[in-house]
């Protein structure tokens, strides 16, 4: 694990008179992943879609590299390094895999004072960040909506890679895959770990969360009831704490070392 990246420190977001975060902090580093869990409700979508600049906290700040700021919008986020892939993906489904991978982001070479597309360079680069995710696709021009769930997060990634993005969001990328599709996922977090960057795994899927995270972090009801390495942990912790049949971890409440010690 390297340097901390992101940091969000007392983060509030309000939606007239519900509160659903309520304080958060956490930290992010780079080299690192990140399981977020929680029930329906706890605040788990809000919170990323805070961290990629869709909301802005009405309390709290954020930091990047331990600079304040404030993205206005996802395009600043991503200016920053820092993206979503969400479950349902957002890609063009009649574009094809290289046209998905750098949609808004082509590259271009001039011909009599004109741009116009590099498709020789685009279809190499595709190949490139495709083989960082160690997936290979038979054939780059086939319309998306013709490749499997595995293959189209792949794309959604290749997106991300394609701007060097640092840290990346993906919101239950395994939901709805088959147990095939769903290993592929889960090598690809390997791979983006090993390349130094930064993920936080959103899933009610445990064992894929066991499986490939870092840390645990746990929200119920807008508060971070749990922030503790992978091998502090154990599942049936873990649904405790969602579920609140265990109120908090005991490390983010214990006093002292004496009850440090009593909590184990």
Excluded at 137 to 158: F, M, N, T, W, Y
Excluded at 177 to 186: F, T
């Amino acid at each position: 694990m390297s340097e901390t990246f992101l940091r969000l420190e007392n983060i509030v977001k309000r939606f007239g008179g519900v509160t659903a975060l309520k304080g958060i902090d956490l930290s992010i580093h780079l080299g690192e992943v990140v399981g977020l869990v929680g029930d329906n409700g706890a605040g788990k979508s809000t919170l990323i879609k805070i961290i990629v600049g869709v909301y802005q906290p009405d309390e709290g700040k954020i930091y990047l590299n331990n600079t304040p700021i404030r993205f206005l919008n996802p395009l600043e986020a991503w200016k920053y390094g820092i993206v979503a892939v969400y479950q349902e993906l957002a890609l063009a489904d009649k574009l094809n895999a290289i046209e998905n991978i750098f949609l808004g982001h082509e590259i271009t070479r001039r011909v009599c004072g004109f741009k116009i597309l590099n498709k020789r360079k685009m279809y190499i680069k595709a190949q490139e960040l495709l083989a960082q995710l160690g997936m290979q696709l038979k054939d780059l021009h086939i319309p998306v909506l013709r490749l499997s769930g595995g293959e189209r997060q792949a794309l959604a990634l290749c997106r991300a890679l394609n701007v060097d993005a640092k840290l990346i969001c993906m919101d239950e990328p395994t939901a709805a895959l088959a147990v095939g599709e769903s290993e592929k996922v889960l090598s690809f977090v390997h791979k983006l770990k090993e390349q130094g960057k930064a993920v936080i795994f959103i899933s009610h899927n445990l064992e894929h969360v066991f499986q490939v995270v870092d840390r645990v972090v746990v929200l119920r009801h807008g508060n971070v009831v749990c922030d503790a390495p992978l091998h502090e942990l154990d599942r049936d912790t873990v649904v405790k704490l969602i579920t609140g049949t265990l109120e908090k971890w005991p490390m983010l409440w214990a006093k002292d070392e004496k009850e440090v010690r009593a909590y184990g």
